[in-house]
């Protein structure tokens, strides 16, 4: 490509907003957008609609937000790349066939597939990533297994004209760096100059800021009144990022959009769930951040270079759910006087129906929304004396059990207490409130299996 | 004297699995160099002893005036599972603010009045 490459963010999970989406398209002069609609609990939400319905398992959003934004991408010729496919690519570009087939209009549809590898995860059984712990624990209950693959099979199937790319579950910032892959013609697998891999990397960070969506433009940015020189939120634009051939990425937004792209908006982004930010590992280069260079220009663009890459990791990271019990929630709320100490009292009288029924528990969980729910024991309560004069009191009760019977019948210890606890009560919540619980299991495993499987398949609307 | 983390530098928590990892960030120069000297993993594993004890993890990223800490095993096993109303720690980089550490006036005072790097409108 001549120039430059202009890329705008998508969403940045499953039920993120697409307005700014089309904000970057219809003013923001980007030539690809790439979304990221899987954060890592979307793959637990998305099996659990598999379970109800084979056909589903991909995050069924992307279908109206592209029967939105294609009329404005076509005109402008701007690509779009997601991983909506979840745990059901195919399922997801057969919907989005659908979609447009009805509609008259025509587009190459391209499906990546093979990122599921639970079938091969019993023969590797790989321990649990972060503590060690060995697969026989979870081998009879897992219920989905991904790796997270990366650009290859995007820049394949951009490679094959594809106007729109689906995939399940990839790098999130692998969405991000195909594009650059494809367009400049950068060195992938093969990468090995110092040139080489730093330029992946910067493409990679690139990649991590914009994933995030309004994250990297000023949403969800804090401390003490700092949020307040954020301007329109209602209306933010989500970050777009230029990137040059040699890797350099000026990252803004469209104008006339709401939020901030500065050097504290991007710096924080920058480090979002990085750990070692000397080596961050995805499946086609390790970022190493401790020379990035961040250079404020004013006027939300903010300049980054400096970012070193090292070659790419021999094992992919695989991200596997398991069948982990059952829980019920329900929340409550007493009105004053002695709101607190009542709310109080209406515990003990849960724990004590759970011990008469003989109801089989590993943990019943008590927090006060609007008192201590987001920081826990670390919230300091407010006096006494302010205590016992609140005007209202909530508290939430979440039982974790093995038992799903245990858990169905939670919500029905608490309706006889309306006119039989503790008074002034309002705002029961959670009669039939029972749900499965997922754990994640993180592991890795040797790519040659994972990347031998991968397929790409263009369909035409 | 003691002063919280809110006064001195801006935060952002994410998760992976049962890991919550925070961004901290200095508004200046004056502000990294307190964090890099009070912000210590030791530190910040007691803060949140009480209520999440596993081990902690501290980098350094000067360049950015930034400091980058994981909290291990902080998510019951994971967003998933976990049965608090903030299952993902979204709200914990504030929990991480309420730190507090120990200043001079002096440099509590030097590190307050001096520019913040990040561009800001007027």
């Known amino acids: 490509m001549q120039g430059n490459v202009r890329i705008g963010a998508g969403l940045g999970f499953y039920g993120d907003a697409w307005e700014p989406v089309a904000a970057s398209i219809e003013r923001g002069g980007v030539h690809y957008i790439a979304s990221d609609h899987l954060a890592e609990l979307t793959l637990a939400i998305l099996q659990k609609d598999r379970q109800r319905d084979p056909s589903l398992g991909y995050a069924r959003d992307v279908v109206p937000m592209l029967m939105k934004l294609w009329p404005l991408m076509q005109a402008l010729s701007v690509k779009f790349i997601c991983n909506a496919g979840g745990l059901n690519p195919a399922g997801a570009g057969a919907a989005l066939r659908a979609a447009f087939a009805a509609k008259g209009w025509k587009a190459r549809i391209a499906v990546v597939t093979g990122d599921d590898v639970l079938p091969q995860l019993g023969a590797i059984a790989p321990p649990h990533m972060f503590n060690g712990q060995a697969f026989e624990s979870v081998r009879e209950r897992m219920v989905f297994a991904n790796a997270y693959v990366g650009a290859r099979p995007i820049v394949s199937a951009l490679q094959q004209d594809a106007d729109i790319v689906v995939t399940g579950r990839v790098a999130d910032a692998a969405l991000f760096l195909a594009p650059l892959v494809h367009e400049f013609n950068w060195k992938l697998e093969d990468a090995k100059t110092s040139t080489e891999l730093d330029r992946l990397a910067q493409g990679l960070a690139v990649g991590h800021l914009l994933e995030c969506s309004g994250q990297g433009s000023g949403g969800n940015f804090g401390s003490q009144q700092a949020w307040k020189a954020i301007p329109d939120l209602a209306h933010i634009g989500y970050p777009i990022a230029e990137v040059s051939e040699d890797g350099s990425a000026l990252i803004t937004k469209a104008p006339g959009t709401g939020g901030r792209v500065n050097f504290d908006t991007v710096r924080q982004q920058l480090l979002y769930e990085v750990h070692d930010p000397a080596h961050y590992a995805s499946p086609d280069v390790v970022m190493d951040l401790s020379a990035v260079r961040l250079e404020d220009l004013g006027h939300d663009a903010v300049r980054m270079t400096g970012v070193r890459g090292h070659a790419r990791p021999a094992q992919l990271k695989v991200v596997g759910g398991f069948r982990d019990g059952y829980k019920a929630e329900v929340t409550w709320g007493f009105s004053w006087p002695d709101a607190h100490d009542k709310a109080l009292a209406a515990v003990e009288m849960v724990k004590a129906q759970l011990a008469d029924k003989r109801m089989a528990h590993d943990e019943l969980f008590v927090e006060f929304p609007g008192l201590n729910s987001a920081h826990g024991p670390l919230a300091p309560l407010p006096a006494p004396e302010v205590l016992a004069e609140l005007n209202e009191v909530w508290v939430r009760l979440v039982v974790r059990t093995r038992d799903k019977a245990v858990a169905d019948g939670f919500g029905r210890l608490f309706p006889w207490m309306a006119l039989s606890g503790p008074a002034y009560t309002c705002g029961f919540h959670g009669l039939n409130n029972s749900s499965e619980l997922l754990g994640i299991w993180p592991a890795l495993m040797d790519r040659g299996a994972v990347e031998a499987a991968l397929r790409v398949e263009v369909l035409q609307s | ?122």
């Open chain 2, 1 to 122: 004297m003691k002063v919280p983390l809110v006064k001195l530098a801006h935060a952002r928590s994410g998760d992976k699995a049962d890991w919550v990892d925070f961004g901290l960030f200095a508004w200046n120069e004056a502000g990294y160099r307190l964090l890099e000297r009070e912000v210590t993993a030791e530190r910040v594993q007691a803060h949140f002893a009480p209520w999440l004890p596993g081990d902690v993890v501290c980098w350094r990223l000067p360049n950015i005036l930034a400091l980058k800490l994981v909290l291990k095993g902080a998510l019951q096993g994971g967003g998933a599972r976990n049965l608090r109303m903030d299952n993902l720690g979204k709200a914990m980089a504030a929990a991480l603010l309420r730190m507090e550490i120990e200043v001079s006036p002096e440099e509590l005072a030097e590190a307050v009045a001096a520019p913040r790097v990040g561009w800001w409108p007027d």
